[in-house]
């Protein structure tokens, strides 16, 4: 009762402005303002989200979130694993952080081709552009956290005899967890955007899809039903991993 | 125990690759069962000293000694002048990190527990260390040099970080604690009063390198009220003297 | 010299200002446009043209219903089903007479007509169309459409079949996808969408919103004038009027010379028939390609399809 | 001549690595074992970069980096403005800051038609495209510095009788630099990405839509001679950001 | 310029909307040129008096006064423990800056440097404050609320966080500023030492919120030497047992 009392203290200013903007969409729309073949009405995305449940919920939802999954997966356990390398080893850091921060310069799309060539058209292209996309932030939340580790700390677990991978177990890893959940938060909201953007390249199935269909279908309110969809689900995913960090780092919130 | 220090010399250098020989040829014992104060104007060298004790550093010339055999990591209990009490720990969990590293050094929770008793913390041993005052995080971080097991407890100004009054309140809890369990104490400080309140010898150590051994002579055990006697406002105004002179 | 321009800059002013938005980036589709620009035939009719490209295929048409251009570029069966979404938009004209579109694969997939197709992969850019097209024609040909796999490519047509990902397209151009696959030495042959049962259709026309055709006809009919006299230049000299495209985009993105010229020699038979004006719309091919979207599913309503064209130019 | 050999040093292991994927890329595609059309030979995209160099860098670069500049700069404005809005005022900060966090949730690409509609394909459309893609990280960098303040050093300043407004000059601002500019390299990359993505959906020149047109027409050189240039330029961006940090924050980094 | 507190009371309430009243019904009084010390117990509020008599915070019930006029901000020089100087200004723009920040304080350049040169800090007039030691910095942060150009000093602890070595010679160094300028200085401290050795007077706060004004008659200038004279030592030494026997 007093978390719900509290959530919405924090967010009803939110919720009042979010509601203004959709009865304002709603009245432009209506009023032939704006077509509704480019902005639909709220009311008719949600009656479209409606009337399309089935699919929506039972085959497209289903299949973006495995993309992402496995993408998101991936992209923490090798980002993770990246970062210790680069952590243990001068010369992996040196090869490949530049490598890492270039690869966010280039254009995706443009690489939409080499995807198809390595991996056609199955699941792996899509995991693969969203384990591109979230990969970054996980790389180096993780690598800074690592190397947050205050030097005196290290010196007192060495003095009592402590390995360096006792020191890395004890000291490391629960330091870098604040900035490791940064990258986490980042990393999960892109994960999401790069599924649908791997739909988008080529797909059968999933939330981008659908929504690319529906816009070949010149349908607005399928286009919207989709993003609708996407969003909530970014939405619940930070909030997901919100409550995780709020868990994990109890030390850090509790004051 | 003993620890001997035999003509040892230790010289920092830094990315220039300049020199800067901290340590030379300096010898120095410590026996059984001493409490040994080591003072000297900032930058003259006392945490090198220790940190070459625990072999955080690695001598350049000489040799250091426990008990006859040359030291390495893991051999003395450390407490730095921060608690450095690790903020997702525990108290309990913090005071027994030794054990977690030493395979060897086997201590049960209920030790742990019948000490944080015996330094008044018990009601904190699920406590992390963010919710302590600083006189209760520095009672925790002797502790967890304490349970290291080692005979010799290296520390560098434990107390520097508190105020004056609880300062005093844990001298007194030192002594107690040192006096009752026989350990051998190396105690870095700037205060004066508190080198001659707490030791059997004080160390002096000169911005030229070269160290005065300086006895004690205030019986055991001390209590507050010889803070006031003439024995010990001499002896503090003699140190005074003899480090006011050097000029940094 | 100076009086001269004057009276040029005088002229300008009184040019009715209009716009074309291309289907795509400009291609041996558009040299008739290109050169009625060149030559001054737009000019000539007092307008003044303003080409634009798309960013999606999509686009033309909307942005043609909400007035943001004139006339835009666009495909029949895209214009019947954006009247089914009642997105006022209508036809003028036909630019290409007949499907552009087919099944495209590798010569030696072994793939004769559309039935050979079951237990193949078929590629497609996300459009309902291209499924209903596929599946019109493996019916057609007494085929299982259910033992077709089919695989949305999004924008990779071409290299989805060249590594082997698909083994047909559909939705890929005759004048361009495979020109460029040839070029690039593969043997492409392709099945042709009116052989099995898909209405021949006209797959570009020129749209415009409705509001924009009430406001602007008389311009429109002068740009369809323009545009045809541009036409009739290439056609006496094909070489000379794509040298005007590929001067025209040289300058900032080098055309392929022969792949255009190989597209337009497949594109010119296309664009006009025997005996009908350049642009003139049939309404039986109208309703043969409503009747086909709407049978095959692609369309829930029907459209009726004198409200989704108009003839500028009579027969 | 110092820093010339601190440089190398820091990045030789980089390049070398770079040289060592070039080299193998060059032999795969020499040998055929990938097709040259979907990753061409380096040499080649370096012919292609050479032969057009002036469309490249006299027309589409300056087009691509006018779009770039303008919607960094409005990014930048706009961000701070936003940043210093939700400093002073909570019902702001309430209001926005869930909508700023959500827009990073939605696909850019899907909203390509509203942008179109907008601003038609004017230089505005990819401004946009840049600006919603850049905005995020100067937000949240400029924020979360000025909130970071030390209490203590504002009692400081209003004991001597400072006003909400010259604390703000002279704490507030110098504090929030920091981590202002961390958001900054962030959004100068994404930036440029953002720019390259709004020429995609839709433009007339600039370096995203020439590596379009050129993909449309299997023109794999010109595609990666534009993701080139694209990548040196986010490389030169970033570095640039990078120097005038280490200017503006020499306080930070002299030690 | 006479500071007075009469029946001055404060309350804090935290976010669960309970009160801690911190200070009840206080009286006291500081006259022009006094050097008064504040002393008592961890958490018995005298850092709260010192917010309140700058203004940072608002008595719920009293008069704060100087010359008999209530007190605002930027009335008095105040001086935290920390020194937080502003890491991006130079040593002479730190000290300035309460210049920047009050119109009808004019401090030219020159002053500022004059002052720095009086301190010893002139050399490190451009240098950022990261570059000094510890006591440098304490002394710019003092000649920073100095330079605010009030005749009331406020400093809470301004030598806690430094060595005992320092700190001798800061309290030298202030005594000597402090009797030129004619300033009033009310000074915090856990030190009672430093307390005896400075003051003219010490008020001495009880946790059940009683204040104790004791008079220090140590003759005038004071130095170093008076440390072990037996007056102070029993003056420190009476204090002491003052304290020691209130609990937490
Ligand atoms: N990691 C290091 N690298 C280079 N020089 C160092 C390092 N640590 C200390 N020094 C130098 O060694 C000298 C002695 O330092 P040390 O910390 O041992 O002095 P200290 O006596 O403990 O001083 P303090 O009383 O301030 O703690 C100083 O001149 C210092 O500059
Ligand atoms: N901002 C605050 N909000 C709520 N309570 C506070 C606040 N600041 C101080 N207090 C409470 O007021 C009391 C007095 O605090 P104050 O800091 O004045 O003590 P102090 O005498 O200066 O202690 P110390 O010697 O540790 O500096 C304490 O019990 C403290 O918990
Ligand atoms: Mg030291
Ligand atoms: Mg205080």
Request: hydrophobic content about 45%.
């Amino acid at each position: 009762m007093k978390q719900i009392k509290q959530w919405l203290q924090t967010y009803s200013l939110f919720l009042i402005f979010t509601l203004i903007i959709f009865i304002l969409l709603e009245y432009l729309v209506r009023s032939e303002l704006i077509p509704a073949f480019i902005i639909p009405a709220p009311t008719s995305v949600i009656t479209s989200i409606i009337e399309n449940w089935k699919p929506l919920f039972l085959e497209h939802l289903p299949a973006t979130l495995l993309e992402f999954l496995i993408g998101f997966v991936i992209a923490v356990v090798g980002g993770v694993g990246l970062a210790v390398g680069m952590f243990f080893s001068k010369i992996v850091e040196k090869t490949l952080y530049p490598a890492v921060l270039i690869s966010q310069m280039i254009p995706i799309i443009a690489l939409s081709p080499i995807f198809v060539l390595w991996f056609g058209y199955t699941i792996w292209s899509k995991v693969a552009v969203t384990v591109l996309i979230s990969f970054f932030p996980i790389v180096v939340g993780t690598y800074d956290g690592l190397k947050s580790s205050d030097k005196e700390y290290i010196e007192l677990l060495r003095s009592m005899g402590a390995t360096r991978m006792s020191i890395f177990k004890k000291l490391n890893i629960p330091m870098a967890m604040p900035s490791f959940f940064s990258g986490l938060k980042l990393a999960i909201v892109y994960a999401l955007v790069g599924a649908t953007i791997g739909e988008w390249l080529g797909a059968s199935e999933g939330l981008g899809y659908y929504s690319r269909r529906m816009s070949g279908n010149l349908n607005s309110e399928g286009v919207f039903a989709a993003i609708t969809i996407l969003t909530l689900l970014g939405i619940l995913m930070f909030a997901l991993i919100s409550l995780i960090e709020k868990r994990v780092l109890k030390w850090k919130y509790t004051d | 125990m003993t620890l001997v220090l035999k003509n040892v010399s230790y010289t920092f250098r830094n990315e220039a690759n300049q020199k800067n020989k901290v340590i030379s040829d300096l010898n120095m014992e410590v026996r059984n069962g001493d409490f040994v104060s080591l003072i000297g104007k900032s930058g003259t060298g006392k945490s090198t000293i220790l940190k070459l004790i625990t072999g955080l550093l690695k001598q350049d010339e000489g040799e250091i000694l426990i008990n006859g055999k040359a030291i390495t990591l893991g051999d003395v209990g450390y407490m730095p002048q921060r608690d450095l009490l690790l903020p997702w720990r525990t108290i309990i969990e913090n005071i027994m990190i030794a054990s977690e590293i030493q395979k060897d050094l086997q201590i049960t929770k209920d030790e742990a527990r019948s000490w944080l008793d015996r330094v008044g913390l018990l009601a904190y041993e699920n406590a992390l260390p963010d919710q302590l005052s600083g006189g209760m995080r520095q009672r925790a971080a002797f502790l967890r040099a304490l349970l290291t097991g080692k005979d010799l407890l290296l520390l560098d100004e434990p107390f520097g970080a508190l105020d004056a009054l609880t300062k005093k309140d844990m001298q007194t809890w030192l002594l107690s604690i040192w006096q009752e369990l026989n350990k051998t104490i190396l105690f870095i400080t700037h205060d004066l009063e508190e080198a001659c309140f707490l030791s059997d010898r004080i160390l002096l150590l000169h911005l030229d390198k070269t160290l005065d051994d300086i006895p004690v002579n205030l019986s055991r055990p001390r209590h507050p009220e010889m803070l006031h006697e003439m024995e010990l406002i001499t002896l503090r105004h003699n140190l005074e003297k003899r480090i006011a002179h050097e000029t940094n | 010299s100076s009086k001269n321009e004057s009276t040029k800059e005088g002229n300008k002013k009184e040019l009715d200002d209009i716009s074309i938005m291309l289907d795509w980036y400009p291609n041996a589709v558009h040299t008739a446009i290109y050169v009625a620009k060149e030559k001054g035939y737009f000019e000539d009719e007092g307008l003044n043209v303003k080409i634009e490209m798309p960013a999606d295929t999509n686009d033309p048409l909307k942005l043609a219903a909400t007035g943001k251009v004139d006339l835009a570029i666009s495909y029949q069966s895209q214009l019947l089903l954006s009247r089914a979404e009642d997105i006022p938009v209508v036809s003028i004209a036909a630019l290409v007479r007949h499907s552009l579109d087919a099944i495209m694969y590798k010569k030696e997939s072994e793939i004769n007509s559309p039935k050979d197709l079951e237990g193949k992969n078929v590629g497609f850019p996300s459009s309902s169309i291209s499924e209903a097209v596929v599946s019109s024609m493996v019916k057609n040909d007494g085929g299982d459409m259910s033992k077709v796999k089919m695989t949305d490519v999004g924008w990779d047509l071409m290299p989805s079949l060249a590594t082997d990902n698909v083994d047909a397209l559909v939705g890929a151009y005759i004048n361009h996808e495979q020109v460029l696959l040839k070029k690039e030495g593969y043997n492409v042959d392709f099945l042709s969408l009116p052989d099995y049962g898909v209405p021949d259709n006209y797959e570009l026309v020129i749209v415009t919103g409705e509001k924009t055709l009430a406001k602007k006809k008389e311009s429109i009919e002068k740009f369809w004038r323009a545009v045809t006299k541009g036409q009739e230049t290439l056609k006496k000299d094909p070489a000379a009027g794509l040298q005007i495209l590929l001067d025209h985009e040289n300058e900032s993105f080098p055309l392929d010379k022969e792949v255009e010229e190989e597209s337009l020699q497949v594109l010119l038979p296309l664009m006009e028939d025997p005996n009908i004006p350049f642009g003139y719309q049939d309404e039986a091919v109208w309703q043969d390609v409503a009747d086909w979207l709407y049978d095959s599913k692609v369309i829930q309503e029907k459209v009726d399809p004198k409200e989704a064209f108009t003839n500028i130019v009579s027969k």
